[in-house]
């Protein structure tokens, strides 16, 4: 089972990039996905998720209004559309999915979500 990330890169404030996540080795149309972030000596952070179905998106604060999360089942695939970056929003962005979408959402998720993939590096030049 694998999850792979794309589509990160460098990008000037108020530029925009779309992350995708393509999942292999079995389907995960019946789980929960998200994202979550990680910079530099910091923790990896929530950023968003959505239900199986697509139902129910949940975003970090800092993200509301910004980003976008958006999935296609028929493709095992996630994707983050990501607008008006900031160069706070400068971290390594990590792709996971888990059979609840509660414990995707849970703080404790970086180590107890069953699946993640390598990341993707986002940089956002001020």
């Known amino acids: 089972v694998q999850l792979v990330e794309s589509g990160g890169g460098l990008v000037q404030a108020g530029g925009s990039l779309r992350l995708s996540c393509a999942a292999s080795?079995?389907?995960?149309?019946?789980?929960?996905m998200g994202w979550f972030r990680q910079a530099p000596g910091k923790e990896r952070e929530f950023v968003a998720a959505?239900?199986?179905?697509?139902?129910?998106?949940y975003y970090a604060d800092s993200v509301k209004g910004r980003f976008t999360i958006s999935r296609d089942n028929a493709k095992n695939s996630v994707y983050l559309q990501m607008n008006s970056l900031e160069p706070e929003d400068t971290a390594v962005y990590y792709c996971?999915?888990?059979?609840?979408?509660?414990?995707?959402?849970?703080?404790?998720?970086?180590?107890?979500?069953?699946?993640w993939g390598q990341g993707t590096q986002v940089t956002v030049s001020s």
């Open positions: 996971a999915a888990d059979t609840f979408l509660g414990r995707l959402r849970d703080s404790s998720c970086p180590r107890s979500c069953d699946y």
């Open positions: 080795g079995r389907t995960f149309s019946r789980d929960a």
């Open positions: 959505m239900s199986w179905g697509g139902t129910s998106t």
